[in-house]
């Protein structure tokens, strides 16, 4: 299944991210740091939803209090909470 996420506070603009069950398929993260987005999304990729959440939620970009990690983390929270 694909989900689409629009981030807030941060460089990119859109997340979408396609499961199988609780695993994730692939990630792409529009706009943003290429190889630092690039990077995330191929990390993640075979991981399970709680295990991508854990790792990344509370990673920030300097001041601003979130980051594209941080994000795809709060996105994985709001998929996971609608399943």
Wanted: with cysteine.
């Amino acid at each position: 299944m694909e989900y689409r996420y629009k981030p807030q506070g941060v460089c990119s603009n859109e997340m979408i991210i396609e499961l199988d069950g609780d695993v994730i398929k692939s990630v792409k993260i529009i706009s943003g740091c290429p190889g630092n987005t690039v990077g995330v999304s191929k990390l993640v990729e075979g991981r399970k939803i709680d295990e991508v959440i854990n790792t990344l939620k509370g990673i920030q970009c300097g001041l601003r209090g979130t980051s594209c990690p941080d994000q795809l983390a709060r996105a994985l929270e709001e998929i996971k909470a609608k399943m």
